[in-house]
Protein backbone atom coordinates (compact mmCIF):
# COMPACT_ATOMS: atom_id res chain seq x y z
CA UNK A 1 0.00 0.00 0.00
CA UNK A 2 2.81 2.37 0.92
CA UNK A 3 4.59 1.70 -2.56
CA UNK A 4 1.33 2.26 -4.39
CA UNK A 5 0.50 5.97 -2.12
CA UNK A 6 4.13 6.70 -3.22
CA UNK A 7 4.12 6.19 -7.15
CA UNK A 8 0.75 7.46 -7.14
CA UNK A 9 1.96 10.39 -4.49
CA UNK A 10 4.84 11.21 -7.57
CA UNK A 11 2.73 10.49 -10.76
CA UNK A 12 0.32 13.14 -9.49
CA UNK A 13 2.87 15.50 -8.61
CA UNK A 14 4.70 14.77 -11.95
CA UNK A 15 1.06 15.65 -13.53
CA UNK A 16 0.76 18.86 -11.02
CA UNK A 17 4.00 20.24 -12.33
CA UNK A 18 3.05 20.10 -15.98
CA UNK A 19 -0.46 20.91 -15.39
CA UNK A 20 1.06 24.09 -13.62
CA UNK A 21 4.25 24.76 -16.12
CA UNK A 22 1.71 24.79 -18.92
CA UNK A 23 -1.16 27.01 -17.19
CA UNK A 24 -3.36 23.33 -18.33
CA UNK A 25 -6.37 24.18 -16.76
CA UNK A 26 -8.65 27.31 -18.03
CA UNK A 27 -9.33 30.00 -15.09
CA UNK A 28 -12.80 30.11 -13.43
CA UNK A 29 -15.15 27.40 -12.55
CA UNK A 30 -14.42 25.26 -15.16
CA UNK A 31 -11.02 24.82 -14.85
CA UNK A 32 -11.34 24.10 -11.45
CA UNK A 33 -14.04 21.61 -11.78
CA UNK A 34 -11.82 19.65 -14.69
CA UNK A 35 -8.82 19.49 -12.16
CA UNK A 36 -10.63 18.21 -9.86
CA UNK A 37 -12.42 15.61 -11.73
CA UNK A 38 -9.12 14.34 -13.33
CA UNK A 39 -7.64 14.30 -9.51
CA UNK A 40 -10.72 12.51 -8.24
CA UNK A 41 -13.51 10.46 -10.42
CA UNK A 42 -10.03 10.37 -13.36
CA UNK A 43 -8.05 9.70 -11.18
CA UNK A 44 -6.81 6.44 -13.13
CA UNK A 45 -6.86 8.05 -15.94
CA UNK A 46 -4.61 10.89 -14.88
CA UNK A 47 -2.01 8.79 -13.41
CA UNK A 48 -2.25 6.16 -16.76
CA UNK A 49 -1.59 9.65 -18.70
CA UNK A 50 0.91 10.90 -16.06
CA UNK A 51 2.98 7.18 -17.04
CA UNK A 52 2.11 7.50 -21.16
CA UNK A 53 3.83 11.45 -20.70
CA UNK A 54 6.84 10.37 -19.01
CA UNK A 55 7.50 7.74 -21.34
CA UNK A 56 6.53 10.11 -24.20
CA UNK A 57 9.35 12.92 -22.42
CA UNK A 58 12.17 10.00 -22.21
CA UNK A 59 11.27 9.45 -25.83
CA UNK A 60 12.62 12.99 -26.58
CA UNK A 61 8.94 14.38 -27.50
CA UNK A 62 7.95 17.75 -25.97
CA UNK A 63 5.51 19.30 -24.56
CA UNK A 64 3.38 21.70 -26.71
CA UNK A 65 2.78 24.68 -24.38
CA UNK A 66 0.32 26.96 -26.62
CA UNK A 67 -1.26 23.93 -27.61
CA UNK A 68 -2.32 22.89 -23.65
CA UNK A 69 -2.25 26.24 -22.06
CA UNK A 70 -6.23 26.68 -20.90
CA UNK A 71 -6.96 23.47 -22.88
CA UNK A 72 -7.76 20.94 -19.98
CA UNK A 73 -5.65 18.52 -22.25
CA UNK A 74 -1.78 18.24 -22.22
CA UNK A 75 -0.98 18.10 -26.08
CA UNK A 76 2.72 16.32 -27.09
CA UNK A 77 4.33 17.54 -30.35
CA UNK A 78 4.45 14.07 -31.83
CA UNK A 79 2.41 11.04 -31.65
CA UNK A 80 3.98 7.93 -30.23
CA UNK A 81 2.69 5.38 -31.96
CA UNK A 82 3.31 5.50 -35.59
CA UNK A 83 0.55 7.35 -37.69
CA UNK A 84 -2.08 7.85 -34.84
CA UNK A 85 -2.73 10.63 -32.24
CA UNK A 86 -2.68 8.36 -28.83
CA UNK A 87 -4.48 9.85 -25.67
CA UNK A 88 -4.46 8.67 -22.34
CA UNK A 89 -6.03 10.54 -19.32
CA UNK A 90 -5.58 14.45 -20.24
CA UNK A 91 -2.61 13.55 -22.52
CA UNK A 92 -2.77 13.71 -26.18
CA UNK A 93 0.21 12.35 -27.74
CA UNK A 94 0.20 14.00 -31.26
CA UNK A 95 -0.97 17.27 -31.94
CA UNK A 96 -2.98 18.68 -35.03
CA UNK A 97 -5.78 20.59 -36.17
CA UNK A 98 -7.97 16.88 -38.31
CA UNK A 99 -7.33 15.06 -35.05
CA UNK A 100 -7.74 17.21 -31.43
CA UNK A 101 -11.38 17.47 -32.02
CA UNK A 102 -11.27 13.45 -32.08
CA UNK A 103 -8.75 13.13 -29.27
CA UNK A 104 -10.81 15.96 -27.28
CA UNK A 105 -13.84 13.19 -27.36
CA UNK A 106 -11.00 10.46 -25.41
CA UNK A 107 -10.10 13.08 -23.17
CA UNK A 108 -13.95 13.54 -22.15
CA UNK A 109 -14.72 10.18 -21.82
CA UNK A 110 -11.83 9.76 -19.55
CA UNK A 111 -13.35 12.50 -17.33
CA UNK A 112 -16.98 10.85 -17.59
CA UNK A 113 -16.98 7.19 -17.02
CA UNK A 114 -13.45 7.35 -14.92
CA UNK A 115 -12.13 4.43 -13.03
CA UNK A 116 -13.98 3.00 -15.90
CA UNK A 117 -13.24 4.52 -18.96
CA UNK A 118 -9.85 2.10 -19.76
CA UNK A 119 -11.27 -1.31 -18.71
CA UNK A 120 -14.01 -0.71 -20.50
CA UNK A 121 -12.10 0.45 -23.26
CA UNK A 122 -9.38 -2.96 -23.08
CA UNK A 123 -12.92 -5.11 -22.62
CA UNK A 124 -14.22 -4.05 -26.21
CA UNK A 125 -11.27 -4.09 -27.65
CA UNK A 126 -10.86 -7.85 -26.62
CA UNK A 127 -14.84 -8.56 -27.78
CA UNK A 128 -14.21 -6.53 -30.80
CA UNK A 129 -11.08 -8.87 -31.79
CA UNK A 130 -12.55 -12.16 -30.56
CA UNK A 131 -16.55 -11.55 -31.59
CA UNK A 132 -16.08 -9.11 -34.79
CA UNK A 133 -19.63 -7.82 -34.37
CA UNK A 134 -18.62 -5.20 -36.50
CA UNK A 135 -18.51 -7.03 -39.66
CA UNK A 136 -22.14 -6.86 -39.58
CA UNK A 137 -22.04 -2.78 -40.41
CA UNK A 138 -18.47 -2.47 -41.50
CA UNK A 139 -18.35 -1.03 -44.52
CA UNK A 140 -16.15 -3.46 -46.63
CA UNK A 141 -15.43 -1.44 -49.80
CA UNK A 142 -14.19 1.83 -48.69
CA UNK A 143 -12.08 -0.02 -46.03
CA UNK A 144 -11.90 -3.43 -46.67
CA UNK A 145 -10.15 -6.69 -44.18
CA UNK A 146 -7.44 -8.40 -46.60
CA UNK A 147 -5.22 -9.50 -43.99
CA UNK A 148 -4.67 -9.49 -40.10
CA UNK A 149 -3.29 -5.85 -39.95
CA UNK A 150 -6.61 -4.48 -41.89
CA UNK A 151 -8.92 -6.34 -39.19
CA UNK A 152 -7.07 -4.58 -36.88
CA UNK A 153 -6.81 -1.24 -38.30
CA UNK A 154 -9.61 -0.88 -40.25
CA UNK A 155 -11.92 -3.28 -38.12
CA UNK A 156 -11.40 -3.91 -34.44
CA UNK A 157 -9.87 0.03 -34.20
CA UNK A 158 -12.40 2.06 -35.86
CA UNK A 159 -14.97 0.23 -34.54
CA UNK A 160 -14.65 -0.16 -30.62
CA UNK A 161 -17.08 1.90 -29.00
CA UNK A 162 -15.02 5.06 -27.92
CA UNK A 163 -13.66 5.49 -31.41
CA UNK A 164 -16.69 5.43 -32.81
CA UNK A 165 -18.28 7.79 -30.65
CA UNK A 166 -14.60 10.13 -31.51
CA UNK A 167 -15.11 9.47 -35.27
CA UNK A 168 -19.02 10.61 -35.13
CA UNK A 169 -17.40 14.18 -34.17
CA UNK A 170 -14.67 14.16 -36.34
CA UNK A 171 -15.57 12.46 -39.17
CA UNK A 172 -15.35 8.75 -40.68
CA UNK A 173 -12.14 7.36 -39.79
CA UNK A 174 -8.77 7.31 -42.60
CA UNK A 175 -8.15 4.50 -44.62
CA UNK A 176 -4.70 3.94 -45.48
Same mark, same amino acid.
Given at each position: ???????????????????????????????????????????????????????????????????? #??? @?? =?? &???? +??????? *??? $????????????????????? #??? @?? =?? &???? +??????? *??? $????????????????????? #????????????????????? $???
Amino acid at each position: MVVVLVVGGLLGAFHGAWAWRTRLYPRGARGVALAVVDATWSLPNTLAGAVFLAYALARGNRVDAAFS #RHR @GT =LG &LRHG +VIKGFAT *TIG $PVQAGISPGVDDHEAVHVLQA #RLF @GP =LY &LPLV +VVNWVVA *TVL $PYWLLYHDRASAPINGVKAYF #RHGVYPHCWHEEWAYRRQGTP $PVD
